[in-house]
């Protein structure tokens, strides 16, 4: 029973290992794969990705089109990563958002 338990334990940490995708390396099928990925968006991650590799999520964001934060936690809780990273909102305030809150 023991070897059994422990047998399943590495097999799933293996398949959890595999099931991220990062968005450097994943081909066109592989991003068409992540639900809320269509054609079109891959089509710009992977024209932007010619260009450069994506540093971090908010490279990704600035780059393509159409992905935001709420799309980027979406595609991260799918397994997708940058760089091999998770994505984590950015939680700072932009300069601007900062002077119109201090002039209220």
Same mark, same amino acid.
């Given at each position: 029973?023991? +070897?059994?338990?422990?047998?399943?334990? %590495?097999?799933?940490?293996?398949?959890?290992?595999?099931?991220?995708?990062? /968005?450097?390396?994943?081909?066109?099928?592989?991003?068409?794969?992540?639900?809320?990925?269509?054609?079109?968006?891959?089509?710009?991650? =992977?024209?932007?990705? +010619?260009?450069?590799?994506?540093?971090?999520?908010?490279? =990704? /964001?600035? @780059?393509?089109?159409?992905?935001?934060?709420?799309?980027? #936690?979406?595609?991260?809780?799918?397994? %997708?990563? %940058?760089?091999?990273?998770?994505?984590?909102?950015?939680? @700072? +305030? #932009?300069? #601007?958002?900062? *002077?119109?809150? *201090? *002039?209220?």
């Amino acid at each position: 029973m023991l +070897k059994t338990l422990i047998t399943l334990m %590495v097999t799933l940490s293996a398949a959890a290992c595999l099931a991220a995708l990062d /968005i450097n390396k994943a081909s066109e099928a592989e991003l068409d794969s992540i639900k809320g990925i269509g054609p079109g968006t891959s089509g710009k991650i =992977l024209d932007e990705r +010619k260009k450069a590799s994506f540093k971090d999520w908010h490279d =990704l /964001i600035n @780059r393509v089109k159409g992905i935001a934060d709420i799309k980027a #936690a979406h595609f991260s809780a799918e397994g %997708v990563t %940058v760089n091999g990273m998770l994505f984590k909102p950015d939680t @700072r +305030k #932009a300069p #601007a958002e900062d *002077a119109a809150s *201090a *002039a209220k």
